[in-house]
């Protein structure tokens, strides 16, 4: 069983940053990649960004610019750094994980609201 514990979601002004941590756990054979997408009311899941197991990162066309990918292997954990936050990046954020194997991996999500 893989586990995905998020942190660092809540409630930052217009303008502001924020940084989400994922950790994953458990038996996990190989990550293909980790990353985060994000759910908005009303609105499909849509990816935020992810890291593949080469460190290459992508960005979803929404935060390029603004957002930064980074992982620590040691650690097994994912860091998303967000700034100049604007009211339309209120969601749930969901981490994910890729394994080679065993397939695709999600949290429980983290709430993060923008107010303006």
């Known amino acids: 069983q893989v586990r995905l514990e998020e942190s660092g979601g809540g409630l930052v002004q217009a303008g502001g940053s924020l940084r989400l941590s994922c950790a994953a756990s458990?038996?996990?054979?190989?990550?293909?990649?980790m990353g985060w997408y994000r759910q908005a009311p009303g609105k499909q899941r849509e990816l935020v960004a992810l890291i593949n197991k080469h460190d290459i990162p992508t960005y979803g066309d929404s935060v390029k610019g603004r957002a930064t990918i980074s992982r620590d292997i040691t650690k097994g954990t994912v860091y998303l750094q967000m700034d100049i936050l604007r009211p339309e990046d209120t969601a749930v954020y969901y981490c994910t994980l890729r394994d080679t194997w065993k397939g695709d991996y999600w949290g429980q999500g983290t709430q993060v609201t923008v107010s303006s």
């Open positions: 458990g038996s996990i054979y190989s990550i293909d990649d």
